[in-house]
C-alpha cells in the first residue's frame, strides 16, 4: 500500500467516523427526529422519496451552473479590466466592495420585482455570489506578474494581447482556479437563498416547504443533497486545476501528463 | 528592390544610435540620474561589450535599446527607425533565465517563434515540427539535447540559463542584447557558452550589445569594449579589442590580453576614485 493510498483510506475513514458518531449519539440520547435526525434516516428519506426530490435537485443544479457561467464570464472580463487599468482599478475596487457587502438576500426581492419570481432571480443570485472572488483573484493575479516576464515579451515586441495571452493569464490561472472553488460553493448559496425566497421550484423552496410542516429529515434530505453537489463541482474544478495549474505546485502529474 | 530615404540610407550603417540621451529617475528633489548625456553607435556586426560597476547605466542603455525603457531626454534609433517601430528582430537574455513556468522547455525556447514576424504566420500551420526541430537542434547545441519535455523548475539554474540564451537566439535575430546572461554560471558553464556565443557571432554575425561586469569576459567575446562609470552613469573609454577568431580560453593568458584586461580595470578603478557628487 502507497503512502497515498494509506492518507486517502485513513480520510475515508475519518470522514464515514463522523456520520457513525453522529448516528450513535443520536441513538444514545434518544434525540427525537424533528430536532436532528440521524444519518440513515435522512439517507432512507432520500432514497424513498427520491421521485419527489430529483426535479428539485436538477432545477437547483441547472440554475446554480447557469449563475456560475455567468459569473465566471462576468467576473474574467471585468478582472481584465481591472487588472490591466489602473483607472478601472480605482474606480471598479471601492464599487464591488461595497456592492459585496450587501447581503445578497435583501437582493433577491429586487430582482423579483424586476424579473418576477423562479429562475431568473435564482440564476441572478448565483452569479452576483460568484463574481467577487473571481473578479479579485484575476485582477490580483494579472497584477501579480512578474515584470521580468513582460520584459521578455516586451523585447519581442509583442502587442499588448499577446502579452495578456501567453504570460498574463497563464500566470492568473493558478489565482483563478483558487477563486473557482470559493465560488463553485458561493453559488449554490446563491441559488438556495433564493430559492427559499422567491421560488416554487428548487432545493431551497423543498426545504422551506419541509421545514414548515416540521418534515425535518426532508429537510437535512435538501441539505445532503446541496453539500453532495457542492462537494462534486468543487472536486470537478479541483481535478481540472490541478491538469491546468500543476506547474504552480510543482506536481510530477503535471510534468509527465503536459 | 527596396528603395531607401536618404535619411534611412544615411543611418542604415547604424544598428543601434543613441543621440545625447539621458536618463534620469525620481522628481524634482531627489532626481538620480541613471545615465548622463550619452551618445553611442553601434554598426552592423559588432560585439559591444559595456563593462563597469554596478549602477554605472550599462543596464540602462540594453533597457533602451530593448525598449523596456524610455528615455527622459534625447533620441535611439534601432536600425535606424525610433526604437519599438524598428524591423530588426531583437533577441534578449537576461541575468536570470525568466522563463515560463507553466511551458516545459520546448515552448519556452519556441516563444519567439509565436510572436516574432516571420515566424508567427507559420506557427499554427504545418510549420509546426520544422519549428520543433529548430529547437530540439538549438538545445542541442547548449548541452540540454533530450531536456524539451522538463520543465523549468526541474532544471539546474545553469540548465536554465542555457534554455533561456536558447529562447533569445531561436529567431534568428539580427541584434542580440545580453545583459549578463553567464553572471550566475560556474566558471567551467562560463567558459562554454562563452565559446558556444562566439562560435554563432562569426557564423551569422548578429550585432551584440553583452552587458558584464567580467573583464575577461569582454576581452574574450567582444570587437569593442566600452567603459562605464557610475554616479552619474556614463562611457569613459571607448576600444577596440582585435585578437584573432575564433578566440580560445588559452588566449586569456597571453600578455596582450591580460595587459589589456589590466588597462581596463585601472581605467574603472581610476573612475571610481574620483567619484562626484551625485547630481
Redesign the interface.
Known sequence: MTENTRRRLLSIVCILGFFVAWEILCFIFNVSDIVLPRPSQILMTLWTRFPAIWPHALQTLYTTLLGFALGIVIGILLGMLIGSSRLAYDVAYPLLVGFSSIPKVAVVPIFVLWFGAGTVPAVLTAMIMCIFPIVVNVATGLAATEPELRDVMRTLRASKWEILWNIGLPRTMPYFFASLKVAATLAFVGTVISETVASNRGIGNLMMIASSSFDVPLVFAGLFILAALGVALYAIFSLIEGRVTGWAVRSDNFSAGG | MIAFSPSELALSGNVIDLEKVRVTFGGANNQVTALAETSLRIDHGEFVALVGPSGCGKSTILKLV???LAATEGNVFVAGREV?AENAR???A?Q?P?L?????IRDNVM??L???PPFKHGFSRKRKTEYRDRVEQSLARVGLAGFG???P??LSGGMQQRASLC?ALI?DPTLL?LDEPFGALDQFTREELWEIMQQLWIEKRPTVVLVTHDLKEAAYLATRICVMQARPGRIVDDSAVSFARPRTIEISFEPEFVSLTQRLRERIVAARAVQEPVS
Not at chain 2, 100 to 104: F, M, Q, R, S
Open positions: 530593448a525598449g523596456t519599438g531583437i533577441g534578449m537576461f536570470n525568466t515560463l513556468p507553466w511551458l516545459n516563444m519567439p509565436k510572436i516574432v519535455d522538463k520543465f523548475w526541474q529562447r529567431h542584447l
